[in-house]
């Protein structure tokens, strides 16, 4: 018994080392994912987070039915604010660890997964001196509905236009 726990070991693959970007870019994903679903209540919304294994922080207004709901993933790679309450809901993910150019492609794999109707757009800002790219923002908008959802990424810390600063901010948003 011993011997083939001990070959059941040496033949386990070793498991590589996860980069704080990698991290980020998959609690992104999965923060995504839980803010785009469509058709769920905020207080349901609020509970898979949890059950994702995000933690919690939880402001409730004592004038109003107000609630921000504020979860962390691991290591603090993903922030995601969670508003409902007297004013339409919005769920909000950031990272400061996932820049803008590195976050489009979660865009891109999340999106078309509830919306497969959305059109992509792509805006592409100055070149990233760090990589000789430039910087590229994507947002997914509902093309039957002019004042519809649009879901995308951006620069955060109040970055202006689509500039790689090393953060990102995926929002939802009704266009107008």
Sequence with gaps: MIRSLLI???????VA????????????????????????QPAMRAQMFRNAGFTERVE???????TTHTFTAPANTV??????????EHCQVSSNYLGVTAASPVVDSVVPQFYPGF?????????DPATGQPAQCIVYE??????GLAIGVS???????CVENGTSVFYLT???
């Excluded at 059941?8 to 070793?14: G, H, K, N, R, T």
């Excluded at 509902?142 to 004042?147: F, G, L, R």
């Excluded at 620069?155 to 236009?161: D, T, V």
């Design 119 to 127: 059109v992509r757009r792509a805006q592409q800002g100055p070149i």
């Design 17 to 40: 080392a996860q980069t704080v970007e990698e991290a980020a870019r998959i609690n992104a994903e999965i923060a995504l994912q839980l803010c785009i679903q469509p058709h769920v």
């Design 142 to 147: 509902d093309p039957t509905n002019p004042i």
């Design 155 to 161: 620069p955060g810390q109040g970055a202006q236009g």
């Design 174 to 176: 009704a266009r107008v």
């Design 60 to 66: 409730r207004s004592h004038m109003n039915s107000d």
């Design 79 to 88: 922030e995601v604010e969670l508003y409902y309450g007297e004013m339409p």
């Design 8 to 14: 059941s070991l040496l033949l386990a693959a070793p």
